[in-house]
């Protein structure tokens, strides 16, 4: 119903920035909570960031928040992860997904339903 394209990854010395964006089309995203995920080789898949599509109310987790920033385009239906003050272990694959809520709670934990492909992200030391 969702589908989600990630651009934007690539190669990037410690301390530089990214910006990673997440196309979505289907249907439009007005009820919808967009979220980027990662994954490091051998690690579980890691939260790290969300926003509310209505609103664009945003939640980071601990280990980007200061660093990393998520927005949105509602004309163009695309999502943005603008990472700053790159780290080494923010080295991931790191995903696009989406849910359907139409709750004004952010929920970190929350199941998402709709996945992109992913885009790698490396960041050398």
């Known amino acids: 119903q969702v589908q989600l394209v990630e651009s934007g990854g690539g190669l990037v010395q410690a301390g530089g920035s990214l910006r990673l964006s997440c196309a979505a089309s289907?249907?439009?995203?007005?009820?919808?909570?967009m979220g980027w995920f990662r994954q490091a080789p051998g690690k579980e898949r890691e939260f790290v960031a969300t926003?509310?599509?209505?609103?664009?109310?945003?939640y980071l987790s601990d280990s980007v928040k200061g660093r990393f920033t998520i927005s949105r385009d509602v004309a163009k239906n695309t999502v943005s992860l603008q990472m700053n003050s790159l780290k080494p272990e923010d080295t991931a694959v790191y995903y696009c997904?989406?849910?359907?809520?139409?709750?004004?709670?952010?929920?970190?934990?929350?199941?998402?339903?709709?996945w992109g492909q992913g885009t790698q992200v490396t960041v050398s030391s």
């Open positions: 997904a989406a849910r359907q809520s139409k709750s004004a709670v952010i929920i970190p934990t929350a199941r998402y339903d709709y």
């Open positions: 289907g249907r439009t995203l007005s009820s919808y909570y």
């Open positions: 926003i509310r599509w209505s609103g664009g109310n945003t």
